[in-house]
């Protein structure tokens, strides 16, 4: 089987980024003998296409086409669908062609199914998983860290892009929450940022760097309004520290009892939760991109099987689409 894969998200620093690269790798890892893996958004002499984010979906594929779903919170704020005009209901149909789709967990998948329609029978549910490079670091690794950053020794911590204000990421009146312990923000800032103040930005780090950021914080705050999966919370925990985080249908599905939940847009009671937090955290749910990538060919074989069925005519499947949605 050769399977083209759409790499150009892996160069970006965020959840979609990190989810191309791990994936592509475990991919080529646990691939078998005769399968292929080629990095492609052009996918001719494919036998199946992967695009691992909504964006990457094409409305006429040559090829049975898999697409990943991190989260559909755009498809809750309709403001953004006036901004970008037709574009959002371009990429869902593209969406809804799909032989198969892949979400990080059951909440997305319940989203999909609502927002878009979808068979759940077309939907396969892949757990991400922390890379391989998060692991609990020793305190000499963390102390050179914390010194490179000029770090506090104990603080707490928020991990994501901040390129630019995302209202389902409150940084700023997090940032304006009274708290007793520091604050650090983990990922690449935009000039909005500067604003700021009483908070220690690193700007973009290593994985490395990383994963060591992680062994020295107190806690990690997860205070997202939507969530797909919640990574970060993961690798924190990979790296031995506890986090508090919103209390979401995503989040209380990837992390049980593994994390305090408090409840959505309580910022005062999440900083407190976490402020209250002891180690040693538990561990993170035992799933690895190794068994992502496994399961990940099942469903490229699911799709290849598929492909009588995804190849009639675009035009009369359009018509039926619409004839739906209206």
Same mark, same amino acid.
């Given at each position: 089987?050769?399977?083209?894969?759409?790499?150009?998200?892996?160069?970006?620093?965020?959840?979609?980024?990190?989810?191309?690269?791990?994936?592509?790798?475990?991919?080529?890892?646990?691939?078998?003998?005769?399968?292929?893996?080629?990095?492609?958004?052009?996918?001719?002499?494919?036998?199946?296409?992967?695009?691992?984010?909504?964006?990457?979906?094409?409305?006429?594929?040559?090829?049975?086409?898999?697409?990943?779903?991190?989260?559909?919170?755009?498809?809750?704020?309709?403001?953004?669908?006036?901004?970008?005009?037709?574009?959002?209901?371009?990429?869902?149909?593209?969406?809804?062609?799909?032989?198969?789709?892949?979400?990080?967990?059951?909440?997305?998948?319940?989203?999909?199914?609502?927002?878009?329609?979808?068979? /759940?029978?077309?939907?396969?549910?892949?757990?991400?998983?922390?890379?391989?490079?998060?692991?609990?670091?020793?305190?000499?690794?963390?102390?050179?860290?914390?010194?490179?950053?000029?770090?506090?020794?104990?603080?707490?911590?928020?991990?994501?892009?901040?390129?630019?204000?995302?209202?389902?990421?409150?940084?700023?009146?997090?940032?304006?929450?009274?708290?007793?312990?520091?604050?650090?923000? +983990?990922?690449?800032?935009?000039?909005?940022?500067?604003?700021?103040?009483?908070?220690?930005?690193?700007?973009?780090?290593?994985?490395?760097?990383?994963?060591?950021?992680?062994?020295?914080?107190?806690?990690?705050?997860?205070?997202?309004?939507? /969530?797909?999966?919640?990574?970060?919370?993961?690798?924190?925990?990979?790296?031995?520290?506890?986090?508090?985080?919103?209390?979401?249908?995503?989040?209380? /599905?990837?992390?049980?009892?593994?994390?305090?939940?408090?409840?959505?847009?309580?910022?005062?009671?999440?900083?407190?939760?976490?402020?209250?937090?002891?180690?040693?955290?538990?561990?993170?749910?035992?799933?690895?991109?190794?068994?992502?990538?496994?399961?990940?060919?099942? +469903?490229?074989?699911?799709?290849?099987?598929?492909?009588?069925?995804?190849?009639?005519?675009?035009?009369?499947?359009?018509?039926?689409?619409?004839?739906?949605?209206?």
């Amino acid at each position: 089987m050769r399977v083209a894969f759409d790499s150009r998200p892996s160069s970006e620093t965020g959840g979609i980024g990190r989810y191309a690269r791990s994936l592509l790798c475990a991919l080529r890892s646990t691939k078998a003998e005769r399968s292929e893996i080629v990095e492609t958004h052009r996918p001719r002499h494919a036998d199946v296409f992967h695009a691992p984010w909504m964006q990457g979906a094409i409305l006429r594929s040559p090829c049975p086409m898999v697409v990943t779903l991190h989260d559909l919170a755009a498809l809750k704020r309709r403001s953004e669908h006036l901004r970008m005009a037709c574009m959002p209901h371009l990429r869902h149909l593209a969406v809804q062609r799909a032989a198969r789709v892949i979400v990080p967990t059951k909440a997305v998948a319940a989203d999909a199914v609502a927002g878009l329609g979808l068979d /759940e029978r077309r939907i396969s549910i892949i757990p991400e998983a922390p890379d391989p490079a998060f692991y609990q670091r020793d305190a000499e690794h963390i102390s050179a860290v914390q010194k490179r950053f000029g770090l506090p020794k104990s603080y707490l911590l928020w991990v994501g892009s901040m390129q630019r204000p995302d209202p389902r990421k409150p940084i700023a009146k997090l940032v304006a929450t009274r708290r007793e312990m520091p604050l650090v923000l +983990v990922g690449c800032a935009g000039p909005w940022t500067r604003e700021l103040s009483g908070v220690t930005l690193t700007g973009k780090v290593s994985d490395d760097e990383l994963a060591a950021i992680y062994s020295g914080a107190h806690a990690l705050l997860l205070p997202s309004a939507e /969530e797909g999966f919640g990574l970060p919370a993961v690798e924190a925990l990979a790296c031995g520290a506890p986090v508090a985080a919103f209390d979401l249908p995503a989040l209380r /599905e990837v992390l049980h009892d593994r994390a305090t939940l408090v409840e959505p847009g309580d910022l005062e009671g999440l900083v407190q939760a976490a402020q209250g937090l002891r180690r040693p955290a538990p561990k993170p749910p035992r799933w690895s991109w190794e068994d992502a990538g496994r399961a990940t060919w099942q +469903v490229y074989h699911q799709a290849f099987a598929s492909r009588e069925a995804v190849c009639l005519p675009v035009r009369r499947r359009s018509r039926e689409k619409l004839v739906e949605t209206r």
